[in-house]
C-alpha cells in the first residue's frame, strides 16, 4: 500500500510538473537569439509564432495561395483595434507580445472577442476548417490551411532593429530561411 | 498606433503533410530605464 502510494505521489508530481511548465518564452534579450545581432546587448526579441496543424491528407501546392477570404483580412488593423479596445495607453505603454500565439492558444480571450468576422472563423478554428472527406486540393478552399497571420507587437516608441522570419517544421525541426529571403526551404 | 506597433507578416504553407510553425522575431530596443512586459 505504501508502494502504491509513493507512486500515485510520484505521477501526481510528474503532472503538476508538466501543468506548471513555464510558457513558451515570446521575449527574451536578443543576445539570447541564435546568430544575435551585433551591439544586441541592449536590445530584446519578441519572438511570434503561428502555427498550421497537420492536414488529414497530404497535399502539395507548387504555388500556394491564401484564398479570397483570407487575403481581405487586414490582420495588422483587424488585431490592433481589439487591443486597443481592451488595453488602455499605460498598459500599452511598455506591451511587447507574441499576438498571434497568445490568440491561437487561446491566451487572451479579452482580445479575441473584439475580433469579428472572418477573422475570427479562422482563429476559432485554428487555420484549418476542413474535414477529412471535404479535404483535397481541388476542393474549393482547400488554400484556408496553407496560411495564417504571424504577429508581433512592441511599444510604439521602441526603436526596432531589425527582424527575422523563420519556419519550423514537426518533421525536420527548423528550417533553412536565408537572411533577407522571405522563402524558407525544406530542412535536410 | 494607440502607443503600440504591429508586426504582421503572413506564413504561407505550401504542404500539409506535417505542423508547421511560422516565426516573426523583432528586435528593438526600449525607451532608457523601461523593460518589456508580455502580459496584457
Not at chain 1, 521575449?27 to 526579441?45: F, K
Not at chain 1, 481581405?72 to 488595453?87: K, N
Not at chain 1, 482563429?123 to 476542413?130: P, T, Y
Not at chain 1, 522570419?165 to 536565408?178: I, P, Q, V
Amino acid at each position: 500500500m505504501k508502494k502504491f502510494v509513493l507512486v500515485l505521489l510520484g505521477l501526481m508530481t510528474l503532472g503538476l510538473c508538466a501543468s506548471g511548465s513555464p510558457r513558451q518564452v515570446t521575449i527574451i534579450r536578443a543576445c539570447l537569439v541564435r546568430d544575435a545581432p551585433t551591439n544586441c546587448e541592449n536590445m530584446w526579441a519578441v519572438i511570434a509564432r503561428v502555427r498550421l496543424p497537420k492536414q488529414p491528407v497530404a497535399t502539395f501546392a507548387a504555388r500556394p495561395w491564401c484564398g479570397s477570404k483570407f487575403g481581405g483580412i487586414d490582420w495588422g488593423r483587424t488585431v490592433a483595434d481589439a487591443i486597443l479596445a481592451e488595453a488602455d495607453r499605460d498598459t500599452l505603454e511598455n506591451l511587447a507580445m507574441d499576438v498571434s500565439g497568445a490568440l491561437q492558444k487561446r491566451l487572451v480571450p479579452q482580445i479575441a472577442r473584439h475580433i469579428r468576422g472572418d477573422a475570427a472563423s479562422f482563429i476559432e478554428n485554428n487555420f484549418s476548417k476542413l474535414t477529412p472527406k471535404a479535404w483535397s486540393l481541388s476542393s474549393p478552399g482547400y488554400d484556408l490551411a496553407l496560411c495564417a497571420p504571424v504577429i508581433a507587437a512592441v511599444p510604439a516608441d521602441a526603436t526596432v532593429t531589425g527582424y527575422r522570419l523563420r519556419a519550423w517544421d514537426e518533421n525536420r525541426g527548423e528550417m533553412d530561411c536565408t537572411a533577407g529571403s522571405i522563402e524558407c526551404a525544406p530542412g535536410p | 498606433m494607440g502607443g503600440i506597433t504591429l508586426y504582421t507578416a503572413i506564413f504561407v504553407n505550401w504542404s500539409t503533410d506535417w505542423a508547421r510553425e511560422g516565426r516573426l522575431i523583432i528586435f528593438f530596443e526600449m525607451p532608457a530605464g523601461r523593460v518589456p512586459m508580455s502580459q496584457i
